[in-house]
């Protein structure tokens, strides 16, 4: 059963672990005048997100689904939540919604964003960030304003079952995790972001796998980035392919 927790004024992370992978899968609910949730988790597991958005709001009053990236634990419930919610529109980068919606059999409405643009929610503001091959060709980032909370999905995660609220330092854990898995191409495009990302003195980072990182050990986790290896070696979920 889903686990939901309030990790910030008006936020709370719904953590699922049926999931094939060491991990927890967390989707965030906004509530506010205009709901909206961020990653909707995988298809199968509809039911159980659904219910736990009940025990906060009616999912039919959603007005927003977030996709950062398209892969199966980030949308796999989109067409249910949207179809579910009358006045919803799914949210994803201009690229993704150019890219993942245009071809498929999604036909419900959609707001492609691009760096910089808001989402007025009532109290809360979203903000989006663009962030093109950290992990996806289309990614992008959100970022609250009014709690200055970050959503990077699949970047900070945590391997393990996590508390809400993570202090500890599981930096070295997270890049083997990034290593063994391989799902980020690249370092640079990484690297990139995460400069971008320690100007915007954020308090809160809530990744989709583990738990929520308060400000003070967010500079732990930005230095194992720096300093260890994690970008792609060759490596698919442990199986080695190259190198
Ligand atoms: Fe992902
Ligand atoms: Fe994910």
């Known amino acids: 059963m889903a686990q939901v927790d309030c990790v910030a004024e008006g936020i709370y992370r719904i953590s699922v672990q049926a999931w094939g992978f060491p991990?927890?899968?967390?989707?965030?609910?906004?509530?506010?005048?205009?709901?909206?949730?961020?990653?909707?988790?995988?298809?199968?597991?509809?039911?159980?997100?659904?219910?736990?958005?009940?025990?906060?709001?009616?999912?039919?009053?959603?007005?927003?689904?977030?996709?950062?990236h398209f892969e199966s634990d980030e949308c796999g419930g989109m067409g249910r939540f949207i179809e579910d919610a009358p006045q919803s529109t799914l949210v994803c980068s201009e690229a993704g919604a150019a890219l993942n919606l245009s071809g498929w059999d999604y036909s419900g409405p959609v707001r492609g964003v691009r760096e910089g643009e808001t989402l007025e929610l009532g109290a809360h503001t979203l903000r989006f960030i663009e962030t093109p091959h950290v992990h996806h060709w289309?990614?992008?980032?959100?970022?609250?304003?009014?709690?200055?909370?970050?959503?990077?999905?699949?970047?900070?995660?945590?391997p393990g079952d996590q508390p809400p609220v993570v202090r500890e330092d599981l930096s070295r854990e997270m890049c083997a995790l990034y290593r063994e898995a391989g799902?980020?191409?690249?370092?640079?495009?990484?690297?990139?972001?995460?400069?971008?990302?320690?100007?915007?003195?954020?308090?809160?980072?809530?990744?989709?796998?583990?738990?929520?990182?308060?400000?003070?050990?967010?500079?732990?986790?930005?230095?194992?980035?720096?300093?260890?290896?994690?970008?792609?070696?060759?490596?698919?979920?442990?199986?080695?392919?190259?190198?």
Not at 144 to 153: D, I, M, Q, V, Y
Not at 218 to 243: M, S, W
């Open 138 to 158: 289309d990614s992008m980032m959100v970022v609250e304003e009014t709690t200055k909370s970050l959503f990077p999905a699949d970047l900070f995660i945590q």
């Open 23 to 68: 991990i927890t899968l967390n989707q965030f609910l906004i509530e506010d005048e205009h709901p909206a949730l961020i990653h909707t988790g995988t298809f199968p597991i509809y039911e159980e997100v659904r219910n736990a958005v009940a025990e906060v709001l009616d999912p039919a009053r959603l007005a927003y689904v977030v996709v950062p």
């Open 183 to 243: 799902i980020f191409g690249a370092k640079e495009p990484v690297l990139q972001v995460v400069d971008q990302l320690e100007k915007e003195n954020l308090e809160w980072i809530h990744p989709m796998h583990g738990g929520s990182l308060p400000g003070e050990v967010h500079a732990k986790y930005i230095r194992a980035l720096r300093k260890e290896p994690f970008a792609y070696e060759g490596k698919i979920f442990g199986r080695q392919l190259f190198g």
